[in-house]
C-alpha cells in the first residue's frame, strides 16, 4: 500500500513507476488530500491503461481514508504564517469554531490556534498531556476556561519548532474522541462522492463494532458493489473493544485491521506501543483477518533514499503482516522496490555462517 500524494502530480510518471514496482493498493488520506482525490484516482487510471492493464482486470485497488474525528490545527489568519515553538512557551488553544489563530501578538499574548473540532476539548483537564504532529511537539494543560486551554511546551524533537495548520493534535489523557462521533457528517458527505472510484474504506479512530455497521449500512446505500472495511486501530478504546470489533467484521465479505502505529503510539504512550502491536497482530492471527502494518516504514528511505538500520528490523517485523503501507517521500518508488527484493531474500531460510576454512 503506498500513500498518494499532491505533489506527485508534477511529475505523473510516478504512478506508473509505482505500479511497475508492485503497488497493490493506491491509499488517499481524505483529511489531507480531499480536493485533489479524484485527480489522483484518475492517474493512476490513465497509469494503468498506459500500461496495458484492463481496468477489471487491475491489481491496484483504491483505498480511502475517511478524516474521522481527528482534531486538527485550523487555518491561520494570515497564509504562509508558521508559529515558533521551543520549550517553555505557551500556546493557546481557543474552544470557538473556526477560530483562526496567529504568532504571539504585540500585547504579550500568547501564540493562539483554534481546532477542527471543539467539542473535543470539552473533557481536556489541568495536567493533561498533549501532542502535536505525531508527537513533535508535547504540552502539558496548565489553565483550562470556558475560551481558551493555555498548554505548556515540555519536549521538542528540536531546540526550535513550527506549528503550521492541518497538523494533528491528540489529547490521549482527555477522552477527547468520546465527544464527537467516529463516523462525522463530514465522512458521510465525502463518502458518497466517492464511493464509485474506490475498492476499500478505513475508518478513522474507530471506538466500537457499531461503526462498521454505520459505515456498512451507508456503502449498501451508496453502492451494490462489495467494498472492503479497514478498521484503523489507533486509541486505547479501540484496542479494549478489538475483539467486539474484529467480530463485526468477520460479518463482512471483506474485511481487515490496520495497526496504525502514528496516532496508536500517542494515544497509547511510546512504551506500550510494541505490545499493543504485538498483540493486535496475535489477535487477527487467530481470527484469519488480514492486517496492514502502517505508519514509519522505511521512512528515512522515503526521504533520504538510504535506510536506517532499525528501519530494516521494523520491515522484517512487517512481514508477519499482510500488507505493508509507505507513506509519501521523493524515493518511494525505490523504496517499494527495495521492500520487495527485501522481502525476497528474508522470506526464505536464514542464512547459516559456516567458518570458510
Known sequence: MVTLDKTMLETP?????????????????????YSIWKTLVENIHAAEKEMGIERQNRECKIYIDLPGPKVRVNDFREKQVTIKVKKGDIIRIYKFDNYLGGPKSKKGEPASIGVTLPKALRNVRTKDKVYYDDGKICGVVVEVNDKYLDVKIVLT?????????????????????????VVTETDIQMLSEVISFVDIVGISFIHSPNDIRIV??????????????????????????????????????????????????IETGYKQLVKAQEGILEMCRAAHVPVVWATGI??????????????????????????????????????????QEFYQINKGPLLEFRNST
Request: aromatic share 8%; with cysteine.
Open 157 to 181: 524533537r528540536h531546540k526550535v519548532e513550527y506549528m503550521k495548520p492541518h497538523k494533528g493534535i491528540n489529547f490521549p489523557d482527555s477522552l477527547a474522541c468520546f465527544n464527537v462521533p
Open 13 to 33: 510518471e510516478i504512478f506508473k513507476e509505482l505500479l511497475r514496482a508492485g503497488m497493490t493498493i493506491a491509499r488517499i488520506n481524505l483529511a489531507r488530500d
Open 298 to 339: 522505511l521512512n528515512d528511505m522515503n526521504k533520504k533514499g538510504i535506510p536506517l538500520r532499525t528501519e530494516l528490523t521494523d520491515a522484517f517485523m512487517g512481514l508477519r503482516a499482510d500488507c505493508i503501507m509507505l507513506n509519501k517521500g521523493p524515493y518511494i518508488s525505490k523504496s517499494l522496490e527495495f521492500l
Open 216 to 265: 456498512k449500512g451507508y456503502l449498501e446505500q451508496y453502492t451494490e458493489r462489495k467494498i472492503g472495511i479497514i478498521a484503523k486501530i489507533e486509541t486505547k478504546h479501540a484496542l479494549l473493544s478489538l475483539s467486539n470489533i474484529i467480530l463485526e467484521g468477520l460479518n463482512l465479505d471483506l474485511f481487515g485491521v490496520m495497526i496504525a502505529r502514528g496516532d496508536l503510539a
